[in-house]
Antibody
Framework: EVQLLESGGGLVQPGGSLRLSCVASGFTFSSYAMSWVRQAPGKGLEWVSAISGSGGSTYYADSVKGRFTISRDNSKNTLYLQMNSLRAEDTAAYYC????????????WGQGTLVTVSS | QSVLTQPPSASGTPGQRVSISCSGSSSNIGSNTVNWYQQLPGTAPKLLIYSNNQRPSGVPDRFSGSKSGTSASLAISGLQSEDEADYYCAAWDDSLNGVVFGGGTKLTVL
């Protein structure tokens, strides 16, 4: 059974940093691209970033480019999202998702971790 | 303002057939496949349709997808109360080099 468990969310001040983690199980982690998708309170889904199975290719939404860094440790089956220079508009539930056949196919999702950026 | 355009709401009565549209452009839907996600209240999204019209294992055949040009559509037949949820379309965008979502459609079963 595929499981994705996010952690690392919390309250942070504007301009601060936070690192999210997602521990995966139930599949060969290194064989699949992974992604982060966020959802602001009461709003729709917004894709944030993706990384290839090897970690050699990364992709970012324009809204986070230069501030967020996606990475993975295949020896630990763990996906990360380093978030710097956080803004109020980054407040959202952040979901870790396993990528399927194509980069826009998210076939499994975690339960999400809430990030709140506020002073 | 989402790159893909969906109606904010849709509704139907039990047993009815409803359709949700998703409009894009040549850089996303026009050149890549469309995927649909269902988000029940208070839960994480779930993959409903991938590659325009393919259903993952476990998704009832009441759900179907189609694509034509730069638009796509999700159809739900035999509407049930448990289908009440938010539905999102998504596709890769070649110009943005990233995934784009629709704004979501809230489906109400009357």
């Amino acid at each position: 059974e595929v499981q994705l468990l996010e952690s690392g969310g919390g309250l942070v001040q504007p301009g601060g940093s936070l690192r999210l983690s997602c521990v995966a199980s139930g599949f060969t982690f290194s064989s699949y691209a992974m992604s982060w998708v966020r959802q602001a309170p009461g709003k729709g889904l917004e894709w944030v970033s993706a990384i290839s199975g090897s970690g050699g290719s990364t992709y970012y939404a324009d809204s986070v480019k230069g501030r967020f860094t996606i990475s993975r440790d295949n020896s630990k089956n763990t996906l990360y999202l380093q978030m710097n220079s956080l803004r109020a508009e980054d407040t959202a539930a952040y979901y870790c998702a396993k990528v399927g056949r194509q980069l826009a196919v998210f076939d499994y999702w975690g339960q999400g971790t809430l990030v709140t950026v506020s002073s | 303002q989402s790159v893909l355009t969906q109606p904010p709401s849709a509704s139907g009565t039990p047993g009815q057939r409803v359709s949700i549209s998703c409009s894009g452009s040549s850089s996303n839907i026009g050149s890549n496949t469309v995927n649909w996600y269902q988000q029940l209240p208070g839960t994480a999204p779930k993959l409903l349709i991938y590659s325009n019209n393919q259903r993952p294992s476990g998704v009832p055949d009441r759900f179907s997808g189609s694509k034509s040009g730069t638009s796509a559509s999700l159809a739900i037949s035999g509407l049930q109360s448990e289908d009440e949820a938010d539905y999102y379309c998504a596709a890769w965008d070649d110009s943005l080099n990233g995934v784009v979502f629709g704004g979501g459609t809230k489906l109400t079963v009357l």
